[in-house]
């Protein structure tokens, strides 16, 4: 028997070729199913679409509308990265000029509070490196 020739009596099924839907129609039934015009399976069908790709557009643009709003917030609660500030000349001053304040000044302290279950540890320390290691060590 020889299969090499093509038997031209069978029909070969369409050769299948991916729909295109433009972005209106996508909008459109993504917003059907997000106010819940019945279930989304129920909005698919009507479209004349597969549920599992119309819940893969829903979640996409869920995710797009996060990003979209998650940018707008950053972008009003980050401070610039520049502040002006404005300075003095000493220069300009008289010729008397007071002497400085002897200030004496407190460490800086940082403070870490550790809580696990029911119990509560917190100590106020220094801020140098010995204070850096002990956390790094505590944290880590």
């Not at 004349?48 to 709003?69: I, K, Q, Y």
């Not at 990265?81 to 220069?91: G, I, K």
């Not at 400085?100 to 220094?126: D, F």
Request: proline share 6%; no cysteine.
């Amino acid at each position: 028997m020889d299969t090499s020739q093509s038997d031209t009596g069978v029909a070969r099924p369409p050769k299948r070729s991916w729909r295109r839907h433009s972005d209106e129609f996508k909008s459109r039934v993504i917003e059907l199913a997000r106010k819940g015009h019945g279930s989304v399976a129920a909005v698919a069908l009507a479209n004349g679409l597969n549920a599992n790709m119309l819940r893969r557009w829903v979640r996409e643009a869920e995710l797009a509308d996060a990003a979209a709003a998650g940018s707008r917030a950053r972008a009003l609660v980050n401070p610039p990265a520049f502040v002006p500030v404005a300075v003095t000349d000493v220069s300009d001053r008289s010729a008397t000029v007071a002497k400085p304040r002897e200030t004496a000044l407190a460490p800086a302290l940082v403070t870490v509070e550790i809580r696990r279950g029911a119990s509560s540890v917190s100590a106020s320390l220094p801020m140098d490196e010995r204070s850096a290691a002990w956390l790094r060590e505590v944290l880590a």
